[in-house]
């Protein structure tokens, strides 16, 4: 089974400042989807950003962006210009293109936005 | 466009007991999936359901049942409830099953047992 590994448990980052979020996972698939959701209190989760893995270009969505370094297995999310609103559990997830709809999750990175 | 609704959100149940949860996909979606969520074990996948079919199964015990209606809503069913069951239960739903889209997420159901 696929298993995708955040090795911070928890982030801080000052306002208008950057961050970057580490996610590894292992697989033995070539072809695959990554993804970085965002839970914030409210509980819901966000998708924020997704990376097909037969792109070799970085994924980018305003302030967020990704480094896929598919050699590695590594899939890290930066986040430019921090915003208040932005303190969340950050979740990394991987998806097969051979089981339907499942997600894996890492275990999360709860990231703080100090003013 | 409306989002996946979940509901309850929130329920109590006593050890033993049995609990139905529901979940209403965005609208033209046709796959539902359901997760666990607990501070031990994080976001585990439960089951996925397409075209009112199981298509994809996690690992729990079959106390943890689905089952999708025609119209693509889905319910979860949980038997003989444990103390450990408590946890908060998402629900994503997405367009068909493993399209390239992603799974938009209910604010899921927080369930205690006590």
């Known amino acids: 089974a696929q298993t995708v590994t955040q090795s911070q448990p928890e982030m801080s980052v000052q306002e208008a400042e950057t961050v970057t979020l580490s996610c590894t996972y292992d697989?033995?698939?070539?072809?695959?989807?990554l993804f970085w959701y965002k839970q914030p209190p409210s509980r819901q989760m966000i998708l924020v950003i997704r990376q097909e893995a037969y792109k070799q270009q970085n994924a980018t969505e305003n302030r967020f962006s990704v480094n896929f370094q598919k050699a590695a297995k590594s899939f890290s999310l930066k986040i430019s210009d921090s915003q208040l609103g932005d303190a969340a559990m950050y979740f990394c997830a991987y998806r097969s293109l051979n089981t339907g709809n499942q997600f894996y999750f890492g275990t999360g990175t709860s990231l703080t936005v100090i003013p | 466009k409306a989002g996946v609704t979940q509901t309850p959100r929130y329920l109590i149940k006593t050890r033993g007991q049995q609990v139905t949860l529901s979940c209403s996909p965005i609208?033209?979606?046709?796959?539902v999936s359901w997760y666990q969520q607990t501070p031990g074990q994080g976001l585990q996948f439960l089951f996925e359901?397409?075209?009112?079919?199981?298509?994809n199964k996690g690992n729990f015990p079959g106390r943890f049942s689905g089952r999708q209606f025609s119209n693509s809503r889905s319910e979860m069913n949980v038997s003989t409830l444990e103390l450990g069951d408590s946890a908060l239960y998402l629900c994503?739903?997405?367009?068909?099953?493993?399209?390239?889209?992603?799974?938009?997420f209910g604010q899921g159901t927080r369930l205690t047992v006590v």
């Open positions: 359901y397409f075209s009112e079919t199981q298509r």
């Open positions: 609208s033209g979606h046709r796959s």
């Open positions: 697989t033995s698939e070539s072809d695959y989807y």
């Open positions: 994503a739903s997405s367009l068909n099953w493993g399209s390239s889209g992603e799974a938009f």
